[in-house]
């Protein structure tokens, strides 16, 4: 109990100094209002917001300026895509395409104001849920991880590359699994972490570094989502009259408990590595729907159907950061591009991360969420104008930022080609309905499992046994094995005949 409540005061500290700083306010408001506005156009996301901004900062400016300009985007870009989704019935992001489900009927009833403040208050509400959780259970798996060696760090590291593959694949969970092994592949070219030897460089010098983590990132994420979107370029909607946008404090009172809900239902759906806060909003929205009185109603318009979904999404933030800091595997697509900018200063997320940093990271999100619900409530109608910038104008300077980001960070004209070059095979996979974050998460996390897997195996004497007769390695790969064999056909029919036969 002590422990808690010495971490508590630091949190306070921590919130009180960043508040008290007059930096904080442009960094925050800036990075909030552009985070909306990529959540708010379709076709542009959180995770090109991170990216983006992660090649803008890189280890250029001190970390704790690029942790509020990055988490701001972050807070910022999951929340904005609720308005196309309740205006115009067009998710701006993948994680508010649950929110559709209500928030247009709504807004087709003349209730658009109402939807948007319920909207704006839930993610508030939601964002600090997931912020709760993070500051009190990351701590319980820090002490935890305090045990855990190189082969527990192998087997992580793979099972993080799996169960992104298995829960972000739209039909055949193999290409989740092709996209992360082709990104493990992709991590292990340059110099060997051991024994310093050059691998898979092919007389190339620039590929002795590996593959930099930002070109790979924007390239991955943010060319083939803007070559989408120049593909189906248009004006993308038209001017909406939403009316009264604050909400009651007594209806937000009234729909307390749903927002609680959902936003710990979000936050432990966020914390599962590689979800991400679409499964979290669908997660949340589907229990709504059984356990609220008019869940029959939902879909039709349902302020409980809407509050289910937009809590969950943004309490997910706090939930995907919570592996993120513990175990350095990130727990959804942005928190992957908000993975690279930590290691691209330094910085390793793990059992020996920097507790301070944490407290850091909180402080963070809380100012954020609270940016982000002022600037919602007072501003929506210049981001529902926001959604009028026709496509064709707006994705050609996504494109020269991203450009400059990535090429910002080495400063080299092959980090251009490796962007491109990334950027056409993650298009060409996107088409074939390969999943592009497990192949990012593969990059990320490859040389982790590189250098720990072969640590393991030197200091036992190539001794295979070291990964099970650890008892902390023999749960992890039982859980790697468990995944691989329950995503096989013969185990999944036999699964089915023993749940229909109970």
Same mark, same amino acid.
């Given at each position: 109990?002590?422990?808690?409540?010495?971490?508590?005061?630091?949190?306070?500290?921590?919130?009180?100094?960043?508040?008290?700083?007059?930096?904080?306010?442009?960094?925050?408001?800036?990075?909030?209002?552009?985070?909306?506005?990529?959540?708010?156009?379709?076709?542009?996301?959180?995770?090109?917001?991170?990216?983006?901004?992660?090649?803008?900062?890189?280890?250029?400016?001190?970390?704790?300026?690029?942790?509020?300009?990055?988490?701001?985007?972050?807070?910022?870009?999951?929340?904005?895509?609720?308005?196309?989704?309740?205006?115009?019935?067009?998710?701006?992001?993948?994680?508010?395409?649950?929110?559709?489900?209500?928030?247009?009927?709504?807004?087709?009833?003349?209730?658009?104001?109402?939807?948007?403040?319920?909207?704006?208050?839930?993610?508030?509400?939601?964002?600090?849920?997931?912020?709760?959780?993070?500051?009190?259970?990351?701590?319980?798996?820090?002490?935890?991880?305090?045990?855990?060696?190189?082969?527990?760090?192998?087997?992580?590291?793979?099972?993080?590359?799996?169960?992104?593959? @298995?829960?972000?694949?739209?039909?055949?969970?193999?290409?989740?699994?092709?996209?992360?092994?082709?990104?493990?592949?992709?991590?292990?070219?340059?110099?060997?972490?051991?024994?310093?030897?050059?691998?898979?460089?092919?007389?190339?010098?620039?590929?002795?570094?590996?593959?930099?983590?930002?070109?790979?990132?924007?390239?991955?994420?943010?060319?083939?989502?803007?070559?989408?979107?120049?593909?189906?370029?248009?004006?993308?909607?038209?001017?909406?009259?939403?009316?009264?946008?604050?909400?009651?404090?007594?209806?937000?009172?009234?729909?307390?408990?749903?927002?609680?809900?959902?936003?710990?239902?979000? @936050?432990?759906?966020?914390?599962?590595?590689?979800?991400?806060?679409?499964?979290?909003?669908?997660?949340?929205?589907?229990?709504?729907?059984?356990?609220?009185?008019?869940?029959?109603?939902?879909?039709?318009?349902?302020?409980?159907?809407?509050?289910?979904?937009?809590?969950?999404?943004?309490?997910?933030?706090?939930?995907?950061?919570?592996?993120?800091?513990?175990?350095?595997?990130?727990?959804?697509?942005?928190?992957?591009?908000?993975?690279?900018?930590?290691?691209?200063?330094?910085?390793?997320?793990?059992?020996?991360?920097?507790?301070?940093?944490?407290?850091?990271?909180?402080?963070?999100?809380?100012?954020?969420?609270?940016?982000?619900?002022?600037?919602?409530?007072?501003?929506?109608?210049?981001?529902?104008?926001?959604?009028?910038?026709?496509?064709?104008?707006?994705?050609?300077?996504?494109?020269?930022?991203? @450009?400059?980001?990535?090429?910002?960070?080495?400063?080299?004209?092959?980090?251009?080609?490796?962007?491109?070059?990334?950027?056409?095979?993650?298009?060409?996979?996107?088409?074939?309905?390969?999943?592009?974050?497990?192949?990012?998460?593969?990059?990320?996390?490859?040389?982790?499992?590189?250098?720990?897997?072969?640590?393991?195996?030197?200091?036992?004497?190539?001794?295979?046994?070291?990964?099970?007769?650890?008892?902390?390695?023999?749960?992890?790969?039982?859980?790697?094995?468990?995944?691989?064999?329950?995503?096989?056909?013969?185990?999944?029919?036999?699964?089915?005949?023993?749940?229909?036969?109970?």
């Amino acid at each position: 109990m002590e422990f808690f409540i010495h971490q508590i005061s630091d949190f306070g500290t921590a919130l009180t100094n960043l508040a008290l700083d007059p930096i904080t306010y442009p960094y925050l408001i800036c990075s909030v209002f552009l985070g909306i506005v990529f959540g708010a156009l379709p076709g542009l996301t959180a995770t090109l917001a991170v990216t983006i901004l992660t090649g803008f900062f890189g280890n250029k400016f001190p970390l704790e300026q690029s942790l509020i300009a990055l988490i701001g985007a972050y807070v910022g870009a999951i929340y904005g895509g609720s308005y196309p989704s309740i205006l115009l019935n067009i998710p701006g992001t993948a994680a508010s395409a649950a929110t559709a489900m209500d928030g247009h009927p709504l807004a087709k009833k003349g209730r658009g104001g109402e939807a948007l403040g319920m909207t704006t208050t839930a993610s508030f509400i939601g964002t600090l849920i997931g912020t709760l959780f993070l500051l009190v259970f990351v701590w319980l798996l820090l002490m935890i991880s305090k045990n855990i060696a190189s082969p527990e760090k192998a087997l992580l590291a793979l099972f993080g590359i799996l169960l992104s593959g @298995t829960l972000m694949s739209k039909d055949l969970v193999l290409k989740g699994w092709i996209s992360g092994l082709i990104g493990l592949a992709m991590a292990m070219v340059g110099l060997d972490p051991i024994l310093s030897e050059t691998r898979y460089v092919f007389g190339w010098s620039y590929l002795m570094s590996g593959f930099q983590v930002v070109p790979v990132l924007m390239g991955a994420f943010a060319v083939p989502q803007i070559m989408d979107g120049m593909r189906a370029a248009g004006s993308i909607g038209q001017k909406v009259d939403v009316g009264k946008i604050v909400p009651k404090v007594g209806t937000v009172l009234k729909r307390f408990p749903t927002i609680a809900r959902s936003g710990v239902i979000g @936050t432990g759906v966020g914390a599962l590595p590689g979800v991400g806060e679409d499964v979290a909003g669908w997660v949340s929205y589907g229990v709504g729907k059984a356990v609220c009185k008019d869940g029959k109603d939902f879909g039709t318009g349902s302020i409980n159907g809407l509050l289910s979904a937009e809590a969950a999404n943004n309490a997910a933030i706090g939930g995907a950061l919570i592996p993120l800091l513990v175990l350095g595997i990130p727990g959804s697509p942005p928190a992957a591009a908000l993975l690279g900018a930590l290691k691209i200063n330094n910085v390793i997320p793990g059992p020996t991360i920097d507790p301070a940093l944490i407290v850091h990271v909180v402080a963070i999100l809380v100012m954020a969420s609270f940016t982000m619900a002022i600037m919602g409530l007072l501003t929506a109608r210049v981001f529902i104008n926001v959604l009028r910038i026709p496509q064709t104008i707006f994705l050609p300077v996504v494109m020269v930022l991203t @450009t400059i980001g990535s090429f910002s960070v080495g400063g080299g004209i092959n980090d251009l080609y490796l962007m491109l070059a990334v950027g056409f095979v993650a298009y060409a996979m996107n088409k074939m309905d390969y999943p592009i974050a497990p192949l990012v998460i593969g990059v990320i996390l490859g040389p982790l499992f590189d250098e720990t897997f072969r640590r393991s195996l030197l200091i036992s004497d190539g001794e295979l046994s070291t990964f099970w007769t650890r008892p902390g390695a023999a749960i992890l790969l039982s859980l790697n094995i468990a995944l691989v064999l329950s995503q096989v056909p013969m185990v999944k029919r036999l699964f089915r005949k023993l749940s229909f036969s109970s």
